[in-house]
Protein backbone atom coordinates (compact mmCIF):
# COMPACT_ATOMS: atom_id res chain seq x y z
CA UNK A 1 0.00 0.00 0.00
CA UNK A 2 1.39 2.92 -0.74
CA UNK A 3 2.27 5.05 2.54
CA UNK A 4 0.45 8.33 1.80
CA UNK A 5 -3.16 6.57 1.53
CA UNK A 6 -3.24 6.06 5.69
CA UNK A 7 -2.66 9.50 5.92
CA UNK A 8 -4.99 10.87 2.67
CA UNK A 9 -7.84 8.34 4.70
CA UNK A 10 -7.33 9.58 8.12
CA UNK A 11 -8.21 13.11 6.97
CA UNK A 12 -11.04 11.83 4.48
CA UNK A 13 -12.50 10.28 7.78
CA UNK A 14 -11.81 13.43 9.64
CA UNK A 15 -13.95 15.32 6.92
CA UNK A 16 -16.97 13.12 7.27
CA UNK A 17 -16.51 12.53 11.05
CA UNK A 18 -16.86 16.77 11.16
CA UNK A 19 -19.44 16.56 8.46
CA UNK A 20 -23.51 16.35 9.49
CA UNK A 21 -24.86 13.96 7.59
CA UNK A 22 -28.28 14.79 5.89
CA UNK A 23 -27.88 13.82 2.64
CA UNK A 24 -26.86 15.20 -0.93
CA UNK A 25 -29.46 18.30 -1.21
CA UNK A 26 -28.15 19.58 2.25
CA UNK A 27 -24.45 19.45 1.89
CA UNK A 28 -22.83 22.72 2.07
CA UNK A 29 -20.16 24.10 -1.05
CA UNK A 30 -17.62 23.60 1.76
CA UNK A 31 -18.18 20.08 2.57
CA UNK A 32 -18.50 19.25 -1.03
CA UNK A 33 -15.47 21.11 -1.88
CA UNK A 34 -13.39 19.33 1.07
CA UNK A 35 -14.76 16.31 -0.22
CA UNK A 36 -13.38 16.83 -3.47
CA UNK A 37 -9.78 17.48 -2.00
CA UNK A 38 -9.74 14.68 -0.48
CA UNK A 39 -10.97 12.36 -2.71
CA UNK A 40 -8.90 13.50 -5.28
CA UNK A 41 -5.94 13.03 -3.17
CA UNK A 42 -6.92 9.56 -2.22
CA UNK A 43 -7.47 8.55 -5.69
CA UNK A 44 -3.83 9.65 -7.29
CA UNK A 45 -1.78 8.21 -4.16
CA UNK A 46 -3.13 4.87 -4.69
CA UNK A 47 -2.25 5.43 -8.19
CA UNK A 48 0.96 5.92 -7.85
CA UNK A 49 1.71 1.90 -6.73
CA UNK A 50 -1.18 0.47 -9.27
CA UNK A 51 0.56 -1.77 -11.82
CA UNK A 52 -1.28 -0.93 -15.47
CA UNK A 53 -2.45 -4.47 -15.58
CA UNK A 54 -4.55 -3.97 -12.54
CA UNK A 55 -8.06 -3.70 -13.63
CA UNK A 56 -9.78 -2.94 -9.38
CA UNK A 57 -10.43 0.25 -9.82
CA UNK A 58 -8.16 1.29 -7.16
CA UNK A 59 -8.22 1.39 -3.31
CA UNK A 60 -8.27 5.26 -3.73
CA UNK A 61 -11.95 4.73 -5.82
CA UNK A 62 -12.68 2.75 -2.52
CA UNK A 63 -11.87 4.81 -0.10
CA UNK A 64 -13.98 8.05 -1.93
CA UNK A 65 -16.71 6.12 -2.11
CA UNK A 66 -16.74 5.30 2.00
CA UNK A 67 -16.18 9.35 2.39
CA UNK A 68 -19.20 9.81 0.33
CA UNK A 69 -21.41 7.67 1.73
CA UNK A 70 -19.90 8.53 5.69
CA UNK A 71 -21.74 12.45 4.39
CA UNK A 72 -25.01 10.67 4.03
CA UNK A 73 -24.53 10.02 0.46
CA UNK A 74 -26.02 6.59 -0.10
CA UNK A 75 -25.62 5.39 -2.73
CA UNK A 76 -25.95 8.21 -4.87
CA UNK A 77 -22.67 8.84 -7.88
CA UNK A 78 -19.67 10.57 -6.53
CA UNK A 79 -19.38 14.62 -7.52
CA UNK A 80 -16.19 14.41 -8.70
CA UNK A 81 -16.59 17.72 -10.64
CA UNK A 82 -13.68 19.82 -10.93
CA UNK A 83 -10.90 17.17 -9.30
CA UNK A 84 -7.46 17.10 -10.73
CA UNK A 85 -7.25 13.51 -11.50
CA UNK A 86 -4.43 13.95 -13.93
CA UNK A 87 -2.17 10.38 -14.73
CA UNK A 88 -4.63 8.83 -12.30
CA UNK A 89 -4.98 4.86 -12.87
CA UNK A 90 -8.61 4.35 -13.02
CA UNK A 91 -8.64 1.33 -15.08
CA UNK A 92 -11.48 -0.94 -14.67
CA UNK A 93 -13.25 1.63 -12.21
CA UNK A 94 -17.03 1.31 -11.90
CA UNK A 95 -17.57 5.44 -12.68
CA UNK A 96 -21.00 4.80 -14.24
CA UNK A 97 -22.95 7.98 -13.61
CA UNK A 98 -20.44 9.94 -11.94
CA UNK A 99 -20.39 13.60 -12.19
CA UNK A 100 -16.49 14.40 -13.74
CA UNK A 101 -17.64 17.79 -15.44
CA UNK A 102 -15.13 19.86 -15.89
CA UNK A 103 -12.46 17.27 -14.07
CA UNK A 104 -8.79 17.27 -15.34
CA UNK A 105 -8.15 13.99 -16.54
CA UNK A 106 -5.43 14.73 -18.59
CA UNK A 107 -3.00 11.20 -19.12
CA UNK A 108 -5.02 9.30 -16.92
CA UNK A 109 -5.54 5.52 -17.35
CA UNK A 110 -9.40 4.53 -17.80
CA UNK A 111 -9.02 1.13 -19.65
CA UNK A 112 -11.95 -0.85 -19.55
CA UNK A 113 -13.31 1.67 -17.17
CA UNK A 114 -17.39 2.24 -16.97
CA UNK A 115 -18.51 5.50 -17.63
CA UNK A 116 -22.14 4.60 -18.70
CA UNK A 117 -24.06 7.82 -18.37
CA UNK A 118 -21.00 9.71 -16.55
CA UNK A 119 -20.86 13.50 -16.63
CA UNK A 120 -17.82 14.49 -18.31
CA UNK A 121 -18.76 17.62 -19.71
CA UNK A 122 -15.93 20.29 -20.17
CA UNK A 123 -13.40 17.89 -18.79
CA UNK A 124 -10.20 17.76 -20.09
CA UNK A 125 -9.05 14.01 -21.57
CA UNK A 126 -5.75 14.57 -23.51
CA UNK A 127 -4.39 11.76 -23.85
CA UNK A 128 -6.19 9.61 -21.37
CA UNK A 129 -6.19 6.23 -22.27
CA UNK A 130 -9.83 5.12 -22.56
CA UNK A 131 -9.38 1.58 -24.73
CA UNK A 132 -12.23 -0.59 -24.26
CA UNK A 133 -14.18 1.93 -21.70
CA UNK A 134 -17.75 1.98 -21.83
CA UNK A 135 -19.12 5.45 -22.48
CA UNK A 136 -22.84 5.12 -23.40
CA UNK A 137 -24.99 7.57 -23.08
CA UNK A 138 -21.91 9.51 -20.98
CA UNK A 139 -21.66 13.21 -21.83
CA UNK A 140 -19.08 14.77 -23.22
CA UNK A 141 -20.34 18.19 -24.26
CA UNK A 142 -17.09 20.23 -24.90
CA UNK A 143 -14.69 18.06 -23.54
CA UNK A 144 -11.15 17.64 -25.05
CA UNK A 145 -10.00 14.41 -26.11
CA UNK A 146 -7.27 15.44 -28.66
CA UNK A 147 -5.47 12.52 -28.62
CA UNK A 148 -6.85 10.60 -26.48
CA UNK A 149 -7.18 6.52 -26.61
CA UNK A 150 -10.20 5.15 -27.39
CA UNK A 151 -9.87 1.90 -29.67
CA UNK A 152 -12.76 -0.06 -28.96
CA UNK A 153 -14.45 2.24 -26.73
CA UNK A 154 -18.20 2.29 -26.62
CA UNK A 155 -19.54 5.59 -27.00
CA UNK A 156 -22.84 4.48 -28.34
CA UNK A 157 -25.60 7.59 -28.06
CA UNK A 158 -22.81 9.47 -26.71
CA UNK A 159 -23.26 13.41 -26.18
CA UNK A 160 -20.02 15.01 -27.90
CA UNK A 161 -21.36 18.62 -28.64
CA UNK A 162 -18.66 20.59 -29.23
CA UNK A 163 -15.96 17.64 -28.04
CA UNK A 164 -12.48 17.67 -29.50
CA UNK A 165 -11.51 14.80 -30.76
CA UNK A 166 -8.17 15.67 -32.84
CA UNK A 167 -6.48 13.28 -33.47
CA UNK A 168 -7.82 10.45 -30.80
CA UNK A 169 -7.61 7.02 -31.81
CA UNK A 170 -11.12 5.60 -32.61
CA UNK A 171 -10.25 2.29 -34.36
CA UNK A 172 -13.01 -0.40 -33.71
CA UNK A 173 -14.91 2.37 -31.82
CA UNK A 174 -18.37 2.32 -31.29
CA UNK A 175 -20.07 5.67 -32.21
CA UNK A 176 -23.21 5.00 -33.23
CA UNK A 177 -25.98 7.26 -32.24
CA UNK A 178 -23.10 10.03 -30.72
CA UNK A 179 -23.81 13.33 -32.13
CA UNK A 180 -20.40 14.30 -34.36
CA UNK A 181 -19.24 16.63 -36.40
CA UNK A 182 -16.53 16.19 -38.78
CA UNK A 183 -14.74 19.26 -37.59
CA UNK A 184 -14.35 17.27 -33.76
CA UNK A 185 -12.42 14.38 -35.53
CA UNK A 186 -9.87 16.17 -37.43
CA UNK A 187 -6.76 13.83 -38.00
CA UNK A 188 -8.46 10.92 -35.73
CA UNK A 189 -7.02 7.32 -35.85
CA UNK A 190 -9.84 4.99 -37.57
CA UNK A 191 -9.92 2.11 -39.42
CA UNK A 192 -12.95 -0.42 -41.11
CA UNK A 193 -13.80 -1.53 -37.63
CA UNK A 194 -14.93 1.88 -36.40
CA UNK A 195 -18.69 2.42 -35.99
CA UNK A 196 -19.66 6.00 -37.26
CA UNK A 197 -23.39 7.38 -36.52
CA UNK A 198 -25.34 6.80 -39.35
CA UNK A 199 -24.89 9.04 -42.32
CA UNK A 200 -21.42 10.35 -40.93
CA UNK A 201 -18.22 10.48 -43.20
CA UNK A 202 -15.25 11.34 -41.76
Known amino acids: MNPAIP ?3 AAALALAASSSRRGSAQLDPDTVAR ?3 AAG ?6 SASRP ?4 SGGEGLNHA ?10 DEPLDLSGVNLSEANLAGAELAGVNLSGATLVNAYL ?12 ANLGRAGLNYANLREANLKGAKLQYAH ?8 ANLTGANL ?4 VQGTDLTGANLRKDEVREALYDATTVWPQGFKP
Do not use: P, Q, V
Open 7 to 9: IAT
Open 35 to 37: FKA
Open 41 to 46: ELIRAS
Open 52 to 55: DFDL
Open 65 to 74: RELWRGLGMG
Open 111 to 122: MDANLRGANLSG
Open 150 to 157: LNRADLTG
Open 166 to 169: WHAE
